[in-house]
């Protein structure tokens, strides 16, 4: 037997005609949508404030119109976490809009993941597993809307329905935790964000299909997408996003623990890749919740230095504002000189280089009125060729996120079926703390190193590949190379020195390495780079985006033999 489950969405925002297209591109069991991140929560934390009746994303159920009519007439289920806050509202607007186009589907939800707010928390949710999702698909449901579950529990719950695995089925469970994994970012395992992108016909790239897995009963799969559509699947899109956002060898969640470092994929055809081999464990005893608060407010100005003498009127300007600014002191003053500029160039634009401030306080009037004050009144006293890229309005308010854990048996997960019957939803018989595991896992032998031979000076990008994101205040970079004889050069060369060398802004933060050999990656954990995370917007890329391409575009010494 085989289930087919596609995804359809990889973000709050995301393609809106996927849904569409995967119910009408090719054979299709479930599908299902992401909607959710840490960004997301604090955004629906702020709506739910606003309307009660809200908290959910809107997109979804707009995408439902046509969505519940086409997955009703080729019998595709249908899953999403777009509950956000509140899915039993999102439930109630489906039952609604069922009745209306005349579709008879059967709705339920999963509820249970949010978590009493503390002070000047938005919102508080604990990162449910699939079992609530497979109760309500063994009751009929033709759609099923959660709130915060794992990515991967879109996958695992449909799985367990569909196969009858239970809770100690740690192989099969874990296996689909991978799958589910390569599918939640949509069309990043589909040639989308592709570190190799150049090697790849470009119109193929340019609207990539949404992926797939055909997953079997002993927890295997192949992750392919549907005929004809644009993008490509091979080992490197499905070991990029493997590597995105997780960490060493174990990869823990609610359903299971998975051990990543037991992957293997095999490239079976052209966009198909198998996913097997995969282990599992029992899940560790507390569930990651994520906190979601007001931190204050934030504004910024960037101001642009044309020309000659980009460094003096840098030090101008900012000695300028720093004494506007002395006496309302905000908390968080940063500046920062991005030298976008060239020497004698052909354009304005390219002759420009970008000073941006950035200035937070709870106070809202401390980075409002003082700020575009401090900036605006320098339009004629400052530096030569002085404009900003806009002027400052009022301070924006910014979100902080914060990981905690709590007890799987506090959380009160729970199954709300299409005919209204709330069904508890256990915790997993058994656990395993991962902070107390006897057997670590034993760090993996590395291969012989290549010999000595001659180098070139280039882009570690000219054989490795990389990816990388956020989790909170730390940000991971997945490295991996494509062969062999490129995994006994990296492995041994890129050790976490010359990471932190290469990436000047580590050198303070703790950077943990993580060796995968059958994926021939190095995983590496950034902690505190991304200060209180995504909504907090600390960093130039807040989100540890383009952390991995700046990584590649460092140079080395490169072996001859592999280039």
Known sequence: MILR?????????????????????????????????????????RDLLKDPSAGYAKTFLRQMEEGLGLAHERGVRIVANAGGLNPAGLAEALRALAARLGVPARIAHVEGDRLPPGPDVLAANAYLGGAGIAACLGAGADVVVTGRVTDAALVTGPAQWFFGWGPEAYDELAGAVVAGHVLECGTQATGGNYA???GHDPAALRRPGFPLAELRADGSAVITKHPGTGGLVDVGTVTAQLLYETAGARYAGPD???????????????????IDGVRGEAPPPTLKAGLCRLGGFRNEVVFVLTGLDIEAKAALVRAQ???????????????????????????EETASALLRLVVRDPDPEKVGRTLTGAAIELALASYPGFHVTAPPGKGDPYGVFESVYVPVGEVPHTAVLPDGTRVPVPPPPRSRALASV???????????????????RLPLGRIAGARSGDKGGDANVGVWVRTDEEWRWLAHTLTVDLFRELLPETRELPVTRHVLPRLRALNFTVAGILGEGVA??????????????????RHLDLPEVLL
């Open 256 to 274: 299971v623990t998975a051990r990543l470092d037991t992957v293997r994929l095999t490239q079976e055809g052209q966009d198909r890749v198998r």
């Open 438 to 456: 006897p057997d670590p896992v034993p760090e993996p032998e590395l291969p012989p190193p290549l010999p000595p031979g001659p180098v070139r």
């Open 196 to 198: 190799f992108f150049t």
């Open 321 to 347: 504002v720093d004494d506007a600014l002395a006496k309302a002191a905000p908390r968080d003053v940063r500046w920062e000189l991005v030298r976008t500029d060239r020497e004698d160039a052909a354009t």
């Open 536 to 553: 907090s917007r600390a960093r130039f890329d807040p989100q540890a985006k383009a952390l991995g391409e700046w990584l590649r575009s």
């Open 5 to 45: 489950i596609g995804n359809a969405s990889g973000f709050y925002g995301d393609r809106f005609d996927a849904v569409r297209e995967m119910l009408t591109g090719g054979e299709l069991d479930v599908l299902t949508g992401d909607y959710l991140a840490e960004l997301t929560m604090l955004i629906l934390g």
